[in-house]
Nanobody, 118 residues
């Protein structure tokens, strides 16, 4: 069973940077997409960034392009979301998601809270 555990959420000030981590375990398949999503209460979940494994192709939501990056540590199955120039609008719960549509895998972590406030 695929398991995802996010960490790194914190209270930060506008303009600061923060890195979120997602520890993935419980699978051996090599082809999958890993994404970061975020959600504010009573709003739809928003796709932030996607990394395709093993190609390394990346994509980002319009609101974070140029500020956020997504990366992976192959040896440790860790996925990171580096968030720069944080804005109050980035305040949300951030979720890690792993998908392999061929195998019918769509796993989610429990989320980590990021609050941007002065």
């Amino acid at each position: 069973e695929v398991q995802l555990v996010e960490s790194g959420g914190a209270l930060v000030q506008p303009g600061e940077s923060l890195t979120l981590s997602c520890a993935a375990s419980g699978f051996t398949f090599r082809y999958y997409d890993v994404s970061w999503w975020r959600q504010v209460s009573n709003h739809e979940r928003e796709l932030v960034a996607t990394l395709k494994i093993p190609s390394g192709d990346r994509s980002f939501g319009d609101s974070v392009k140029g500020r956020f990056t997504i990366s992976k540590d192959s040896a440790e199955k860790m996925v990171y979301l580096r968030m720069n120039k944080l804005e109050r609008g980035d305040t949300a719960t951030y979720y890690c998601n792993l998908r392999n549509t061929i195998l019918g895998i769509n796993a989610w972590g429990r989320g980590t809270q990021v609050t941007v406030s002065s």
